[in-house]
């Protein structure tokens, strides 16, 4: 695997690498990551990813100093999986100048679920995205569900600007207790791992009760949250939205549905999403 640090270099390398596969990620790479890798590998042999810890997308508060950088272990796992040139610009490749220019998402996607506890971050995503893919020029993209906003705003985008870009949403990957991989499962402490599926396993039952006909979706969604908080989480939401739109589901309508929630356990926020 070839390691790529400028944009020069990968746009002198673009040419050679024809019918092209994208895994953009931030690093610390984990079996969700490498499952995108393995889709891609479904569509093409030629394979890109890059790594690239986006201050843009971390609120003044959260995270980016502290967001694990292991750049040696990751590209091993990606050469391994089969990854041909990782792209890992520093900050100063990325943003030469102050990030003065902004791709904005439509308001009333970004303004529902992790827009309402997250203010900027979907711009930041969308700006760095948007610039990985005028520079790396891929043909296919692939994101996680496990951040399905993200994926529904980056789908958005390409569609919005007419780029000649598949996008494509996998599964997302689970350890065998149902908690969803993230970067983030490094800072649970002992304690907060062994509790943290409990997330999923709200998920879970808003999901079976909904697929047996339960239509009072306030109440599912109130006993959810009652429940992670008294077992000593943040909720920030837990809603059951229309897949088309994540705008609230409408209970009397026959619509695609997926439930999603955020809460915080100890410092560390998590979130999930099963479609119903
Ligand atoms: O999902 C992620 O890891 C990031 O949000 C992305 C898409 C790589 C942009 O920084």
């Known amino acids: 695997m070839r390691i790529v640090h400028s944009v020069a270099e990968f746009r002198a390398l673009r040419p050679t690498l024809g ?17 995108l890798v393995q889709a891609a590998r479904e569509h093409t042999d030629q394979i890109a990813a890059s790594i690239f810890v ?9 995270d980016f100093e502290r967001y694990p950088r292991t750049l040696a272990e990751d590209a091993a796992q990606l050469a391994e999986a089969g990854v041909g040139v990782l792209f890992a610009p520093d900050e100063n490749e990325m943003y030469p100048s102050p990030q ?14 992790e827009g ?5 971050h979907f711009r930041g995503v969308a700006t760095v995205v948007m610039k990985l893919f005028q520079i790396v020029q891929p043909d296919i993209a692939l994101f996680g569900k496990k951040d399905y906003q993200q994926l529904m705003v980056l789908r958005n985008m390409v569609s919005q600007f007419a780029m ?5 949403g996998c599964e997302t990957v689970r350890a065998q207790d149902g908690l969803a991989l993230s970067s983030r499962n490094g800072y649970l402490s002992t304690d907060e791992r062994r509790r943290a599926p409990q997330l ?18 306030g109440g599912l969604q109130e ?4 429940r992670l908080d008294s077992a000593g989480w943040r909720t ?16 009397a309508a026959k619509e695609a549905r997926v439930v999603l929630a955020a809460a915080r356990l100890g410092t560390t926020r998590l979130i999930d999403n099963l479609e119903i």
């Open 19 to 35: 019918h092209l596969a994208f895994v953009p990620t931030m690093g610390n790479v984990h079996a969700g990551h490498i499952s």
């Open 54 to 62: 986006n201050r843009l997308q971390f609120g003044p508060s959260e």
């Open 100 to 113: 003065s220019y902004h791709i904005e998402p439509a308001t009333e996607q970004v303004s529902v679920l």
């Open 116 to 120: 309402e506890f997250r203010a900027g």
């Open 164 to 168: 000649p870009i598949e996008v494509v």
């Open 200 to 217: 999923n396993a709200e998920l879970r039952r808003i999901r079976d009760a909904v697929r047996d006909g339960h239509r009072d979706f």
């Open 223 to 226: 006993s959810a949250a009652e």
């Open 236 to 251: 920030e939401y837990v809603r059951i939205c229309r897949r088309a739109d994540l705008q609230p589901s409408d209970a």
